[in-house]
């Protein structure tokens, strides 16, 4: 089988409680009972006939499927079926996928072989043409909030939600944005634009230093610019008195801040437009201090409308 789909919607997951029914000595309908000896050591990860596969230094080996096919031949230790759990088979190479193909089209006996792909990237022909696929899609916002819910801690009121729309309703891609700090760094940022002591000089050091902050994120500071621009698009949202029904537009971000009053839709408009520009830069690599420095100034409009604000 090859469960295929974005990334952190759960299809490893799966894999694993998948694997932990086909042995469960006692299942409960569809469900792995959870106390019999092999569910115990799926649960501790002992299991002896599981056994899982994943990317090394960003790739499947060559030598480890070459491993994994011979281990193969040999009947499960203890169980009826043995489980085995490729993660992440885009990553193979060709020549990796090639010593996969023979074992995929003929598996020995008794052995079954979970693939996981994200859908985003190509799969060789080859191993798809020899698997059952099984889609695996976004969840809704709601569910993804649930599935956040459980595995985050120290969630602030309505963070889960505001996660999973950045995520897209992947919980796995939201869980590594929370990791990465991006909603406790939104609330600064925030804080920044909304201050209405803003000319003060010492904001200019507060700048340089988040514009730090937010550089260090990386290959994240896209999703947080992203954050950003549902801040923003949500208050032009609120400034129209536009209310639609969709899930999408019931989660607010920033929920505890809205910006001041007397910003006006030019205003909104004039700051969308600068994440714009600082993503196009961005795409240029440029750097990214620098592209992070020059937005925060231009999110501030007050001194971009009148430089003589700034008292150094
Ligand atoms: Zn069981």
Known sequence: MIFRGPDGVGKQLFGRGLAAVVNCRDRQGERS??????????????HPDFTILRPEKGAIKIDRIRELCKSLAYPPYESAMRVVLLEDVHTMRQEAAN???????????????????????????????RCQSVPFYPLSLAEAAQVIKLYADELAEGEAEVLARLAEG???????????????????VVDLLCDPAGRQPDKVTK????????????????????????????AL??????EDDSE????????????????????????????????????????RSLVCEVLLFALQNEWVKDPSNIEM
């Not at 193909?101 to 052995?111: C, Q």
């Not at 730090?212 to 549902?230: P, W």
């Not at 920033?254 to 910003?263: Q, S």
């Open 170 to 188: 992947s919980p796995g891609k939201a869980l590594a944005l929370k990791h990465a700090g991006l909603p406790a760094l939104l609330d600064k």
């Open 207 to 234: 700048v340089l230093l988040l514009a730090d902050d937010m550089a260090s994120l990386k290959e994240d500071l896209i999703h947080f610019l992203s954050l950003l621009r549902l801040w923003l698009r949500d």
């Open 99 to 129: 010593a996969l193909l023979k074992t995929l089209e003929e598996p020995p006996e008794n052995n079954l072989l979970i693939l996981t792909a994200d859908s985003s990237q190509e799969v060789l022909s080859t191993i798809l043409s």
């Open 237 to 242: 949202f609120e400034f129209y008195g536009i």
């Open 248 to 287: 999408e537009s019931r989660v607010r971000v920033g929920k505890a801040k809205r910006p001041p009053k007397d910003w006006s839709s030019e205003e909104l408009f004039a700051k969308l437009q600068a994440i714009d520009r600082a993503e196009k830069e961005l795409s240029r690599n440029c750097n």
């Open 33 to 46: 009972c959870g106390v019999c000896p092999s569910c115990r050591k799926y649960l501790s990860g002992n």
